[in-house]
């Protein structure tokens, strides 16, 4: 009996055998390395997003869990403060809702 790698053994060449097996542990390898560089990525991702929420929950902004963000403020909103800043606010846009044409800021028309 011969020891040629093109021996025929149960039907199939040794060496059709053996390259079916390196395509194995090829793919394998490379299936280990990519699982390697990502987790190194994403493991990476997911400690500047922690890092990033801590940031912002030290700052006072922090989602609660329903999804909503929230802001933490030290600042008391009055009615009188809230009447304030409304009338204020139209005086500021009270330029912008004229509808005289033609006024130039010295108050001529053209």
Not at 54 to 65: A, F, I, N, T, W
Request: glycine share 8%; net charge positive; aromatic share 10%.
């Amino acid at each position: 009996m011969s020891t040629d790698a093109s021996e025929e053994k149960y039907g199939v060449k040794l060496y059709d055998m053996a390259e079916a097996l390196l395509t194995v542990i090829v793919v394998i390898s490379v299936t280990c390395i990519g699982f390697w560089i990502y987790n190194a990525i994403t493991g990476s991702l997911w400690r500047t997003a922690a890092q990033t929420e801590k940031d912002l929950k030290d700052r006072g902004v922090e989602q609660g869990e329903d999804g909503v963000w929230r802001i933490k403020t030290n600042k008391v909103m009055t009615q009188e403060n809230y009447v304030d800043k409304t009338q204020r606010a139209f005086v500021n846009a009270a330029p912008a809702m004229s509808f005289t044409k033609g006024k130039k800021k010295s108050g001529k028309t053209e």
